[in-house]
């Protein structure tokens, strides 16, 4: 496995990861319409993201499709925070990929490069599938929230945080 930054030219592969996994991994916590209409808008790459420097692929050592993605921001998708305190953003296993130690690892490179730029905690707003595997890399749950993502899409997630 190869960690690497992501690119602008990421963009499709991610998009075919987010499409590969979302709908796999979260149907076990989240009713069948509300996936219909909520993966419209989770399950495409941010462009942004891709280029901000901190948003990491894990790939095959002789290349392919990335397995897993994530990375972090110090600017908040939601709202404001502290500027000590950074965000966790668009985690993402293949479901063929998962319990392998991929998003573990783009956690910690996550960790270790939020602390360099200064930050003392990072937020996840984690999906109700995700929050074991928050707990184990060290977050804890702050409290329950729905995402308004559209008129018609209320997405029930948990904010966790984790002291760095």
């Known amino acids: 496995m190869r960690l690497r930054r992501s690119v ?14 979302h709908p796999a991994l979260l149907a076990a916590d989240y009713a069948p319409d509300l996936l219909d ?13 891709l280029v901000s420097g901190s948003y990491y692929l894990a790939e095959p050592e002789d290349g392919g499709a990335p397995l897993a993605a994530g990375g972090w921001t110090v600017e908040s998708p939601h709202q404001a925070e502290p500027t000590s305190t950074g965000h966790i953003r668009h985690v993402v296993t293949h479901p063929q990929a998962t319990r392998q130690g991929l998003a573990a690892a783009i956690m910690r490179r996550s960790f270790e490069e939020a602390r360099a730029a200064g930050l003392t905690q990072l937020v996840a707003l984690s999906t109700l599938t995700a929050v074991r595997f928050y707990a184990a890399m060290g977050f804890a749950v702050e409290r329950e929230e729905v995402i ?14 984790r002291t760095l």
């Open 37 to 49: 209409r909520a993966l419209p808008l989770i399950a495409r790459a941010n462009p942004g993201l």
């Open 8 to 21: 602008a030219t990421d963009l499709e592969p991610l998009n075919r990861l987010l499409m590969d996994s």
């Open 148 to 161: 308004a993502m559209a008129p018609d899409v209320s997405f029930p997630a948990v904010r966790m945080i």
